[in-house]
């Protein structure tokens, strides 16, 4: 039996739950804080200890620098590299999809073979395809590294945008093929529309396989398509100021996929619970 | 000119025969339900017609042309879907232009049409809405001013009213037979309500088992049956059946009752039937059935009020047999009654070939 009134007690827990949430933000924040602050800290303040918990004074030489060097292009190879090959695997992606489910194509086998493609770890591929990519000629180049990130997700999207368009109440469908419509015209006005949230939430994640990847990127980079993964690495020598590059590069990396995910958050809740119901 | 005729058609899924062998030729402007019981193949039948299935052998003619082998597209019909089918990603408007809007039509002539075709559905109010902030009765409305905005030879329509409730099916069963009025359009109407098919048909078509039982006008089918199955499917309450034995001058029931059949020669007497009589051609005694009727005394097992008459369960000839009474004749269970019956109005049914004699 406690001494303190109902209420009381009450207040005593909420509050205490208040505290752990807010110790919680706090060390899931930090991180984030700090690589931030990093970038915007002078060589002596990142080295200063105790450390500079807030610099004097925010300043951009750490981004200037890499503006300077170009080597923030690298954040630009990557946009480029992670946007053009996403929106090739959602196009080609969506219509296996729809395929797979309208005509059975290829029954029931198919789909679990490419699926099973998603599976095979890429460290195990990379030094063939490099092998390969080397005979092609097609050795940092965007071309090359947009068709390997292309067919690496293309599983992940057939497999995704399957189960968003087994969803789709056929009659929709048929309704729109009485109406008028082709097959194409059915995909584009019906089924697009119709698995809207599946399809930018996939976008998302496809997006963000390629903007992250690194290691295909350092093996088949080596100056002109280098993206800012690998930029990053470089970082990692004798330089004095390697720790505010790496923060600020690791910076600009951050913020598209902050500002995509941020953009897309809506779809993104829905398109993840549409395909949780079913498949 | 016959708008569709369907010759021999067949239609198999995988092992699975649907549709066995239909021909029908269906006239311009008619109003054509096909009727029959869960399973017997209308749906598959109709997307047959629509080119949502696959023919698996013979052929299909709309409007003078083949379509056996044409994309739905080409066909030149429109369809009502059970579940409305509506674009929850379009405004009732959009979805009202939709077939319009694939076709090409001029932005001018769509707004002319959605226009008229949403006034005559009483929609006009609702065309900016969408889909989910609509009634079922609403979104139904939509669906069939999404096909009748449309000039198709053939307008078909798989269960459209089957998810409303019974007031509401009662209005929009109205509704389409004004619609049809108006149009004087060549429809296709599927449906398991024989209610539906009674009121709305220009002539129904009965399918059993993938087959025609039998078609004609709904009196036809209602009054000259040809089969037990017609006999049974049609009407409501159902036809009682009973099994008797054919006599010089009648039939004569299992517990030894004898009833005269006027007007009737020819009959094998010591044949076994049954013997069809519908609830509306049983009276209480002297009410008024006209001659020709017998009369039998009963005991009444249950009675089921439906506020202007009353449907009676009594036993006759070993079998239980209802009877739609005047509201006020009986009154409970056990109670003794004496009844005619309009033996002019019976059927008599070859127990060995389900055929009527
Ligand atoms: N895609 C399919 N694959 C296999 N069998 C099917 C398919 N579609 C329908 N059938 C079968 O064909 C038969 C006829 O089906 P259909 O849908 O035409 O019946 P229906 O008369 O419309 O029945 P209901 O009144 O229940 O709608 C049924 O036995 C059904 O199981
Ligand atoms: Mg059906």
């Known amino acids: 039996m406690s001494a303190l009134p109902l209420h009381r007690r009450h207040g005593v827990r909420l509050s205490f739950r208040y505290l752990i949430a807010a110790l919680l933000v706090v060390i899931f924040c930090f991180p984030v804080y700090w690589l931030f602050i990093i970038s915007f800290k002078t060589p002596d303040e990142i080295f200063a200890f105790p450390p500079v918990w807030y610099p004097e004074s925010i300043q951009f030489s750490n981004y200037k620098v890499l503006f300077k060097d170009g080597d923030a292009a690298t954040v630009g190879n990557s946009l480029i590299l992670a946007s053009v090959s996403t929106f090739f695997a959602m196009i ?6 729809y395929s797979l489910v309208r005509f059975k194509t290829g029954g029931e086998n198919l789909a679990v073979w490419i699926i099973s493609q998603r599976m095979m770890p890429p460290v195990a591929i990379v030094f063939p395809i490099f092998l390969l990519y080397v005979w092609l000629g097609w050795v940092d180049s965007y071309f090359g590294l947009i068709i390997l990130y292309t067919a690496f997700s293309l599983p992940y999207v ?85 720790w505010a590059k790496i923060a ?6 951050t913020i598209p996929v902050f500002f995509t995910v941020a953009v897309m958050q809506r779809y993104l809740v829905r398109g993840i619970s549409m395909g949780a119901v079913k498949g | 000119m016959s708008d569709l005729k369907i010759t021999n058609l067949h239609k198999h899924y995988g092992a699975f025969h649907a549709v066995k062998g239909i021909d029908l030729d269906v006239p311009s402007g008619e109003f054509t339900v096909l009727v029959g019981p869960s399973g017997c193949g209308k749906s598959t039948l109709l997307r047959t017609i629509a080119g949502l299935e696959e023919t698996s052998s013979g052929s299909i003619e709309i409007g003078g042309k083949d379509v056996t082998w044409a994309r739905p597209r080409d066909r030149d019909i429109a369809m009502v879907f059970q579940n409305y089918a509506l674009y929850p990603y379009l405004n009732v408007k959009d ?13 001018a002539e769509v707004e002319k049409r959605v226009a008229r075709a949403a006034e005559m559905l009483g929609i006009g109010h609702l065309l900016t809405r969408f889909p989910r902030e609509l009634s079922g009765g609403q979104r139904q409305r939509v669906a069939i001013g999404r096909a009748i905005v449309r000039d198709a030879i053939l ?4 269960e459209p009213l089957s998810n409303l409730d019974a007031q509401l099916r009662d209005d929009m069963r109205v509704e389409i037979k004004r619609l049809h009025k108006e149009l004087k359009r060549t429809m296709i109407y599927v449906t398991h309500d024989q209610i539906e098919a009674m009121t709305l048909a220009d002539r129904i078509v009965l399918l059993r088992d993938g087959l025609i039982e039998q078609q004609g006008t709904p009196l036809d089918l209602f009054e000259r049956p040809k089969t037990r199955f017609v006999a049974g499917f049609l009407g409501s309450p159902k036809m009682n059946f009973v099994p008797a034995t054919l006599t010089a001058a009648g039939v004569k029931l299992a517990d030894g009752t004898a009833l005269e059949l006027p007007g009737r020669s020819g009959l094998k007497a010591g044949q076994a039937v049954m013997l069809g009589l519908r609830p509306q051609h049983i009276a ?10 017998v009369r039998v005394p009963v005991v009444i097992e249950l009675v089921q009020p ?17 009877a739609e009474l005047g509201a006020h004749d009986v009154s409970r269970p056990g109670e003794k009654a004496e009844i005619d019956i309009d033996m002019t109005r019976a059927v008599l049914i070859d127990t060995t070939s389900d055929k009527i004699i």
């Open chain 1, 248 to 253: 600020a590069m690791s910076v600009l990396g």
């Open chain 2, 306 to 322: 439906t506020g202007s008459r009353v449907q009676a369960t009594m036993p006759l000839g070993g079998t239980s047999i209802i």
């Open chain 2, 284 to 293: 209480m005694a002297g009410t008024h059935l006209a001659k020709g009727h």
């Open chain 2, 95 to 107: 979805n009202i232009a939709f077939g319009l809007r694939a076709r090409k039509f001029a932005e």
């Open chain 2, 155 to 158: 307008y078909l329509f798989d």
């Open chain 1, 158 to 242: 057939i497999w995704m945008m399957r189960g968003y368009i087994e969803d789709i109440p056929l009659e929709l469908e048929e309704s729109a093929l009485v109406d008028g419509c082709t097959r194409w015209e059915v995909l584009w006005k019906v089924v697009l529309p119709m698995a809207r949230s599946g399809l930018f939430a996939t976008a998302v994640f496809t997006f963000i396989f390629a903007w992250n990847d690194f290691l295909f990127a350092l093996v088949l980079t080596r100056t002109e398509v280098t993206t800012y993964t690998v930029q990053v690495t470089h970082y990692f020598g004798g330089q004095s100021n390697f």
């Open chain 1, 92 to 97: 080609f992606g969506t219509i296996a999809a």
